[in-house]
Nanobody, 124 residues
Framework: QVQLTESGGGSVQAGDSARLSCTAS????????MAWFRQAPGLEREFVAA????????YYADSVKGRFTISRDNAKNTLYLQMKSLEPEDTAVYYC?????????????????WGQGTRVTVSS
């Protein structure tokens, strides 16, 4: 069992940077593929970035590639999402997610553990 708590959301201006954190409880974090998803108002939850259990393999949605970086610190049971050059289109609730697998995955159905979400609002 893994419990996830996101932090770091807030209101920023277009072009700014921000970092989201996701702290995990439970002893299985080190063996868990993790990801960030986001959901904008009126839209489906979409994949943002994923990372494997060691932090060696990561994937990104095309919309954030080159601007966002996913990373993890297994010693701190923490997942990060560094976001730069933020755009109004990045406005959403961002969710941390944990898989039952070690590998990273872009598929929402591979993730069984979800945080409550943290809101990011980007103003132009």
């Amino acid at each position: 069992q893994v419990q996830l708590t996101e932090s770091g959301g807030g209101s920023v201006q277009a072009g700014d940077s921000a970092r989201l954190s996701c702290t995990a409880s439970g002893r299985t974090f080190n063996n868990t593929g993790m990801a960030w998803f986001r959901q904008a108002p009126g839209l489906e939850r979409e994949f943002v970035a994923a990372i494997d259990y060691r932090g060696g393999v990561s994937y990104y949605a095309d919309s954030v590639k080159g601007r966002f970086t996913i990373s993890r610190d297994n010693a701190k049971n923490t997942l990060y999402l560094q976001m730069k050059s933020l755009e109004p289109e990045d406005t959403a609730v961002y969710y941390c997610a944990g898989s039952m697998k070690r590998a990273s995955s872009t598929y929402r159905n591979d993730y069984v553990y979800w945080g409550q979400g943290t809101r990011v609002t980007v103003s132009s």
